[in-house]
């Protein structure tokens, strides 16, 4: 069964720092472009950094620029959205989405990301507040 989970989520007072996990089963990771999505409160779902499968490439979105960081460990078929200087736009549940092939990145990076990639978690919620 193909499977993403995502953990680390919970509350943290503006200013702090959370790691999100995204763990897959099932397939591997190294060839898909992974992202990571979020949805606050009555907002439509936004991309907020992917990663390319192949030569690492990340892309965030402005408003986390200098503040989140994306990685992945192949080896433990896991990718992690490191988040620093959080404030409360930021509260969102966070999915980690996959997608398999050349174009998976370009997909990521596009308005059509949220919606479109192969894989899905449950998301995991994040709440920043004092």
Not at 71 to 100: F, G, I, W
């Amino acid at each position: 069964q193909l499977q993403l989970v995502e953990s680390g989520g919970g509350l943290v007072q503006p200013g702090g720092s959370l790691r999100l996990s995204c763990a897959a089963s099932g397939f591997t990771l190294d060839y898909y472009a992974i992202g990571w999505f979020r949805q606050a409160p009555g907002k439509e779902r936004e991309g907020v950094s992917c990663i390319n499968s192949s030569d690492g490439i990340t892309y965030y979105r402005d408003s986390v620029k200098g503040r989140f960081t994306i990685s992945r460990d192949n080896a433990n078929n896991t990718v992690y959205l490191q988040m620093s200087s959080l404030k409360p736009e930021d509260t969102a549940v966070y999915y980690c989405a996959a997608h398999q092939g050349p174009f998976g990145f370009r997909l990521c990076v596009s308005a059509r990301g949220t919606e479109g990639m192969d894989y899905w978690g449950k998301g995991t919620l994040v709440t920043v507040s004092s």
